[in-house]
């Protein structure tokens, strides 16, 4: 499809386990986001990679989070020893620049993954 | 303070309202995304702007590039309205996403 995709829609994890959650975006998109967002919190940045490196360029690092990108519109985001405050909706968006650094256009955004730890 | 900041944080109406949900930023963008979000968590992306005005069946998004200002308003509400509203821009300098904080709305028959 034209959009960006996220899998699975739901996931239960047991506290301390590491999840791997799963985001499509789309051909041609260079730079992608995963965030996630809390009733109580907002929206907090996780990652945010541009597709010439596979390493993160995160807004806000942690060591528990990373994001790995073994192909260009393919990221997983891998949260290591979840812990209840992990639980929330995960959300990815990708967008496209152009080759000079001009930006052309917003971001697509998916609609997320929703993490319970029990 | 935010760079993003939306207004009210929450907001309650009776079913029928017209409902008004503002975003202030304080930098420069290229492109600004109003987002939903149902109580079961998926997001929906609802509009893009980076200029003047959009309509989607009931929902209304404006924005107003010299004030630094966009609203999304809801006419004639509904029960199924009832959601966070998120105002998120991407900034031209950085080309990050900047969030705002989020409106919750509910709304009651």
């Known amino acids: 499809g034209a959009g960006v995709s996220q899998s699975p829609r739901y996931k239960v994890a047991k506290r301390g386990r590491d999840v791997a959650l799963r985001c499509d975006s789309i051909s041609g998109h260079v730079t992608l986001y995963w965030y996630r967002q809390t009733l109580g919190q907002g929206s907090e940045v996780l990652t945010y990679s541009q597709s010439d490196a596979q390493r993160d360029k995160s807004g806000r690092p942690s060591g528990r989070f990373s994001a790995e990108r073994p192909e260009r519109s393919v990221s997983t985001l891998k949260i290591q020893r979840t812990e209840q405050g992990d639980s929330a909706v995960y959300l990815c968006a990708s967008s496209s620049r152009s080759g000079q650094g001009r930006v052309l256009w917003g971001y697509t955004f998916g609609s997320g993954t929703r993490l319970t730890v029990v | 303070k935010n760079e993003v900041e939306q207004s009210p944080q929450n907001l309650t109406a009776q079913e029928g309202e017209f409902i008004t949900i503002n975003c202030s930023y304080s930098?420069?963008?290229?492109?600004l995304h109003w987002l939903q979000q149902h109580p079961g968590g998926g997001i929906v992306s609802l509009f893009m702007l980076s200029s003047g005005k959009k309509k989607h069946g009931r929902l209304i998004a404006t924005i107003n590039i010299q004030e630094k200002h966009s609203s999304l308003h809801i006419t004639a509400s509904h029960p199924r309205d009832s959601a966070v509203y998120i105002c998120?821009?991407?900034?031209?300098?950085?080309?990050?996403?900047?969030f705002g904080t989020g409106t919750r709305l509910q709304v009651f028959p």
């Open positions: 998120a821009v991407r900034s031209r300098n950085t080309d990050k996403l900047i």
């Open positions: 930098v420069g963008i290229s492109a």
